[in-house]
């Protein structure tokens, strides 16, 4: 399965902080969550390039900023055709564990076109999903800069399963930053 990690964000609600480098725990969000994907994945993280604890391949979105369509365009250009699954996910989800892409990645049934985590709420998180990936490419709209995530990706036939502990909590605000600080301690 490839991954694909969405680090490219503007972090505007937590006040203008690239999040792939917020320390949690003394490590950067973007390590943390690159030890969640197992090592024979092929990665691609769409982002500004820096330093990381493995091998990656680098992809930006065109414009840089464009938004998460856009940003999952540019990372799916650099999976492979023929690549059966692309794990989905933000560099701002913590909580995701190998095991949060186990259990989406057995959920994930033949009619399906993808899988992704709810929040207690029963929303989807989109960006913590594994999908089929022609289907995720076939389901991108022709412009993808400012194209809404949430509409591009439901138009597919989605599976949701509930997140465990706190796999759908991401770092957003500063709030969010204090509360996953304070968990890691």
């Given at each position: 399965m490839d991954v694909i990690v969405l680090a490219g964000g503007a972090g505007s609600r937590l006040g203008g902080r690239d999040k792939a480098a917020v320390l949690l725990a003394g490590r950067p969000l973007l390590d943390r969550l690159l030890d969640?994907?197992?090592?024979?994945?092929?990665?691609?993280?769409?982002?500004?390039?820096?330093?990381?604890?493995?091998?990656?391949?680098w992809a930006r979105e065109d414009p840089p900023g464009g938004g998460p369509v856009a940003a999952l365009a540019a990372?799916?250009?650099?999976?492979?055709?023929?690549?059966?699954?692309?794990?989905?996910?933000?560099?701002?989800?913590?909580?995701?564990?190998?095991?949060?892409?186990?259990?989406?990645?057995?959920?994930?049934?033949?009619?399906?076109?993808?899988?992704?985590?709810?929040?207690?709420?029963?929303?989807?998180?989109?960006?913590?999903?594994?999908?089929?990936?022609?289907?995720?490419?076939?389901?991108?709209?022709?412009?993808?800069?400012?194209?809404?995530?949430?509409?591009?990706?439901?138009?597919?036939?989605?599976l949701r399963i509930p997140a465990e502990n706190a796999e759908a909590h991401d770092v957003d605000t500063p709030e969010d930053l204090v509360r996953w600080r304070a968990r890691a301690e």
């Open positions: 969640a994907v197992p090592a024979d994945s092929r990665v691609v993280v769409v982002g500004p390039v820096r330093e990381v604890p493995r091998p990656v391949v990372g799916l250009a650099d999976v492979p055709e023929g690549s059966g699954l692309v794990a989905v996910l933000a560099v701002d989800q913590p909580g995701v564990t190998s095991a949060t892409l186990v259990r989406l990645r057995a959920a994930l049934t033949a009619d399906a076109d993808g899988v992704v985590l709810t929040d207690a709420d029963d929303r989807p998180q989109w960006l913590v999903g594994v999908w089929r990936t022609e289907r995720l490419r076939a389901a991108l709209p022709l412009r993808t800069e400012g194209a809404a995530l949430g509409r591009t990706l439901a138009a597919l036939s989605v």
